[in-house]
C-alpha cells in the first residue's frame, strides 16, 4: 500500500522534511517499539495525528510535556515544534500525517474549517478519544487504494477533529514568538555544531543568556536538559554512521565525543544497547504489527 507503512523514518533534523504529492497526500505509519525509542525536537509542515495504546514515556508538544499511558490521541499541528522518549514494550503508536497543498488537489481542508470559524491553530492537543478516531484510521488504512473511500475516511477524520477546536479565540499558545525563536535557535545552533567539543557554556553564550538562564528556560520548553538533547542528536547521527558501516570508534569521533568509553556510555543510555550491538543488528528494526 503506497500511503500505509510500518517503516518509520526518524527526522534527523530541526525540520522534518518528508516526500509527499498528489499521489501521496498523507499517510499512515505503524510503529511498535521492541526498544527504547527517541525522537529529537523537530517540526514539520505537516498536521501529524498520534494514536497510542499502551505506551509509557513522554510527548512534549510545542513546549509542554504529556505523560503517555493508555489510550490517546495527539494532534500536533504544521510547524509546531514536538519530540518524544517511548519506553520499550508492547504498545503500538499509528502516526497519520498530512500534507495539506498536496490534498488540496482533491479538497481544501483549511478553507473547510475557515467557512465554519475554525482553523487547525484552535486544535485541542490531546485531539478526540482514541475509540472514536481509530475505526477512521483504519478505514484509511484499508481502502489505500480505493479514492473515494480514502477521501471520505478523511472528511469523517476532519469533521471528528473539529470538534474539538475552539471557536472563537485561537488556543493561547504554550511558547510565545519569543520563546519559539530562542528554541529555534538553540535546536538549529546544536544541529550545526553536535560535532564539535561543544559545551553548556557555549550554547548559553552564543544565545546570550546565562547557563542558569538558559538550562531553566530550555528545560521549561521542553522538558529535558540541553545536554540530554544533545546527547540524542549525536547518538542519533552516530547510528546513521554506524549503518553505513563506519567503525564505533569512526563514529563516536565524527559525532563530537571525547573518547569511545565516553561515546559507549552515552549510546546505550541513549538506546540501550552498545554501538557494537547495535550496528551488529541492522540498527532499529521494529517488529511488523497490524
Keep these: ?23 501521496v497526500p498523507h499517510t499512515v505509519h505503524l510503529k511498535s517499539f521492541p526498544e527504547e525509542d527517541i525522537v529529537p525536537l523537530h517540526y514539520g509542515e505537516t498536521l501529524e495525528i498520534l494514536l497510542c495504546d499502551g505506551l509509557a514515556g513522554e510527548l512534549v508538544i510545542d513546549g509542554k510535556p504529556y505523560e503517555l499511558g493508555g489510550r490517546q490521541v495527539f494532534v500536533i499541528p504544521p510547524l509546531t515544534v514536538h519530540a518524544n522518549r517511548i519506553q520499550a514494550g508492547p504498545g503500538q503508536m499509528a502516526v497519520v500525517k498530512v500534507s495539506f497543498p498536496d490534498l488540496a488537489h482533491f479538497m481544501d481542508i483549511p478553507a473547510m474549517l475557515a467557512y465554519q470559524g475554525l482553523s487547525l491553530d484552535r486544535l485541542d492537543p490531546t485531539g478526540p478519544p482514541y475509540d472514536a478516531l481509530r475505526p477512521i484510521v483504519d478505514r484509511l488504512i484499508e481502502h489505500d487504494d480505493r479514492l473515494f473511500l480514502r477521501m471520505a475516511a478523511l472528511i469523517d477524520l476532519f469533521a471528528l477533529l473539529s470538534r474539538h477546536m475552539a471557536s472563537g479565540e485561537k488556543i493561547a499558545p504554550a511558547v510565545s514568538q519569543a520563546k519559539n525563536d530562542f528554541l529555534t535557535a538553540v535546536l538549529s545552533w546544536t544541529q550545526a555544531q553536535y560535532a564539535q567539543p561543544v559545551s553548556l557554556a557555549d550554547i548559553a553564550s552564543h544565545i546570550g543568556y546565562s547557563k542558569s538562564h538558559f538550562c531553566h528556560l530550555f528545560r521549561e520548553l521542553t522538558g529535558m536538559t540541553w545536554t540530554a538533547y544533545l546527547h540524542s542528536v549525536r547518538v542519533s547521527a552516530a547510528c546513521r554512521l554506524l549503518q553505513d558501516g563506519l567503525t564505533v570508534g569512526e563514529a563516536g569521533e565524527r559525532c563530537g565525543f571525547a573518547n569511545l568509553s565516553h561515546f559507549i556510555r552515552i549510546f546505550r543510555q541513549v538506546r540501550g544497547l552498545t554501538p557494537r550491538a547495535y550496528q551488529q543488528h541492522g540498527g532499529d528494526r521494529p517488529a511488523v504489527r497490524r
Design 1 to 23: 500500500m503506497k500511503r500505509v507503512s510500518t517503516v518509520v523514518i526518524k527526522p534527523t533534523d530541526l525540520e522534518e522534511r518528508l516526500d509527499f504529492s498528489l499521489e
